[in-house]
């Protein structure tokens, strides 16, 4: 039976003695050693604060007021032997007296009353009347002061910038928390709370965590001293529909421990972090800023009606042009709807050829974009600027404006104005033509000008108007010829530096005030641009202005300053050119400062060998010549032969387009042997 027992009793102690290793060897999650303050003794560890001095003579008082506390001192009595004085505190009718000596030991020169105030004898001193004072020092009782701050990491998500002051949804966040002890004394057992609200604790770090709280000792934190936590929180996903600006994530922090009064100490303290703004950048660009005038056509597609300007066009042959693109990319990280885009205007004097577009600018998505592009070939020489492109927003109630830069097309080239007027003279009207060249490049240019019968052309005016001018009239190739009584006037090879001007006259002597063609000139410019333009002309000797719009037409007249619906020059007003013109590929307005250089269908011209395209022309100034108002059925039909032989080149038919050369011969052959 005893040995029964003492076995029990055995196994008994070799358990207990293993669970108490156990026990010891286990971490003590609830309180650390450095939970409290290793010197808390009030007597010698209170922590003293200056409050200031006073100086006390003999049974007088002074007042101080300490923590808020009003107290009363007074010197009763003095032993100068000893060097001592007997010093008395009231406060709230309570009263406290104490020697305090100088030359003694440390704590014989200080009392305290409840370890609040502390009275310390500084110094005593006699007046001239042998009268002593007492100097005092006032000391209050040190305070832990907690102060509670945050910062948080910021990040580049998708590209985005965001600051410490901001969150992306559904992203993370580093957040760090520190508490400082900023009062007088130490503070022990303190204890740090984290509200971390609708963000979510990501992993996991040296505190507890529990409800969406953080929860960490500070244990002891003397003064100046200070903790941090340091942790990683995801943001809250974006339901798509709410304002992000209502959307603003608080994380909210507690502090608090004991003195050495063990008095409850605390403060708290948040942070808030607010949605980034929407952003969108927008890119305006010119590319090719600087090309050169050249030689287009114009294929027309449909057929404009009475009053209406809408023909669809399409531009061949360019083989100088510009783009101006514009991009709006989504650098932020929510969608921009309900977007207003201002695009730069495009000068009247550039075409758009082509366009090509992606996206829908009015709803952006992150990582998205919108593209446009604008193929533009120039009407004419000149410097064109391009303002910038702006983007409106409004983002659930905040305006935002995004723009561009600006930009810029140089175009090279001349430009060529021919200019016709007519006034009054003593027996009749004086004619005056002048050609000139704005661009900013040299042109060779030919002039030809119709003189009617009925006009009544005054000999040799023409000749006599050179005299003087800044070219001899050697220099000047002019030709003066007669087809069925009308005069035509000719120019050749004059070349017109840019800045440059030439002008002529001639005098007319018409029954009544007289109709009058257009002045036109053939010009030619460097990399085979060229082309012709026209003057005004004259309806009863009112002048008639008249620009070249290809895209609405052709010639249209001028019905006010800035016409908004310009009317077509009417078949019975208009007057064909006499000569083909070099092979017409640019037509240009000849009266307004503000004329547009175009281009046309090509002619047959460009496409035959140089020997047959020579010989065609003086074949046509022959017929001219010598059959008059046939001439007309014969354009006709080298009209009718020409387009054919387009089709024929553009199907690359070489060999069609010399037979039909061949034929034109022939029947021209026949025509003369008439």
């Not at 808020?68 to 007074?74: E, H, M």
């Not at 065609?616 to 007309?632: A, M, S, W």
Request: charged letters at 20%.
């Amino acid at each position: 039976m005893k040995k029964t027992f003492c076995v029990d009793f055995s196994l008994r102690c070799v358990a207990g003695l293993a669970f108490l290793l156990l026990f010891l060897l286990l971490p003590v999650p609830a309180v650390s050693a450095d939970t409290f303050c290793p010197c808390d003794e009030l007597d010698t560890c209170t922590e003293w604060v200056s409050e200031g001095s006073l100086s006390l003579q003999w049974g007088r008082t002074g007042q101080m007021e300490v923590g808020g506390v009003k107290y009363t001192f007074r010197a009763d009595d003095f032993d100068l032997k000893t060097k001592s004085a007997l010093i008395s505190a009231e406060k709230q009718g309570a009263v406290r007296k104490e020697f305090l000596f100088l030359e003694l030991q440390d704590s014989d020169k200080w009392f305290h009353w409840d370890n609040e105030i502390k009275v310390e004898l500084t110094g005593i001193s006699v007046d001239s009347y042998n009268t002593p004072s007492a100097q005092l020092q006032v000391y209050s009782r040190g305070r832990p002061e907690l102060e509670i701050s945050f910062a948080a990491g910021s990040e580049k998500v998708k590209g985005v910038d965001v600051s410490k002051e901001q969150y992306a949804p559904g992203q993370e966040k580093k957040i760090e928390v520190t508490v400082k002890n900023t009062g007088d004394a130490w503070v022990e057992n303190a204890v740090l709370k984290v509200n971390l609200g609708e963000f979510k604790l990501k992993g996991n770090g040296d505190f507890e965590y529990r409800d969406n709280i953080i929860v960490r000792n500070l244990d002891c934190l003397e003064k100046g001293k200070q903790q941090s936590i340091n942790f990683t929180v995801i943001a809250p996903q974006w339901d798509g529909r709410t304002s992000p600006y209502e959307l603003n994530y608080y994380i909210n922090a507690t502090a608090g421990g004991t003195d050495i009064k063990k008095g409850y100490y605390d403060t708290s303290a948040a942070t808030v972090f607010r949605c980034t703004d929407p952003e969108l950048k927008v890119i305006m660009e010119v590319v090719g800023d600087e090309i050169n005038m050249t030689t287009w056509s114009v294929r027309q597609n449909g057929n404009s009606t009475e009053g209406s300007r809408n023909i669809y066009y399409e531009i061949w042959d360019a083989w100088d042009y510009s783009f101006i693109r514009t991009n709006i990319y989504n650098l932020g990280l929510y969608p921009v709807d309900n977007v207003d885009v201002t695009f730069a205007d495009i000068p009247e004097e550039l075409i758009t050829v082509e366009t090509f577009e992606h996206g829908d600018y009015s709803y952006v998505t992150p990582d998205g974009q919108y593209y446009i592009a604008r193929k533009l070939v120039p009407l004419r020489q000149g410097r064109y600027s391009f303002g910038p492109v702006t983007a409106k927003s409004d983002f659930f109630g905040k305006e935002f404006t995004w723009s561009s830069g600006t930009g810029s097309i140089t175009v090279h080239g001349a430009h060529v104005i021919t200019e016709k007027k007519l006034s009054p003279s003593d027996s009749g009207y004086r004619v005056n033509l002048q050609i000139r060249n704005s661009g900013d490049r040299a042109a060779w240019v030919n002039l030809s000008d119709v003189i009617p019968e009925s006009a009544n052309y005054v000999a040799g005016s023409a000749e006599e108007s050179l005299a003087g001018s800044d070219l001899p009239l050697s220099e000047w190739d002019i030709g003066l010829s007669q087809v069925n009584g009308s005069q035509i006037l000719t120019v050749s090879g004059v070349l017109l530096p840019p800045g440059t001007s030439l002008g002529l006259g001639y005098n007319i002597e018409p029954a009544n005030a007289p109709d009058l063609p257009a002045a036109r000139a053939a010009f030619k410019a460097i990399d085979g641009y060229r082309g012709e333009v026209q003057s005004s002309f004259f309806i009863a000797g009112v002048e008639v202005k008249q620009r070249w719009d290809p895209l609405n037409g052709g010639w249209v007249v001028v019905t006010g300053e800035t016409p908004e619906s310009p009317v077509a020059v009417d078949d019975d007003t208009s007057y064909e050119p006499l000569y083909s013109t070099e092979d017409v590929y640019a037509l240009e307005s000849g009266y307004s400062t503000e004329v547009q250089q175009e281009t046309v269908n090509s002619s047959m011209m460009d496409w035959l060998p140089d020997p047959f395209s020579a010989t065609v022309l003086k074949v046509q100034e022959l017929l001219h010549r010598l059959l008059g108002g046939t001439i007309e059925g014969v354009s006709a039909a080298f009209g009718t032969i020409e387009g054919v032989a387009i089709d024929a080149v553009e199907n690359y038919l070489y060999a069609i387009v010399i037979l039909i050369a061949l034929g034109v011969f022939m029947a021209v052959y026949v025509l003369i042997s008439r």
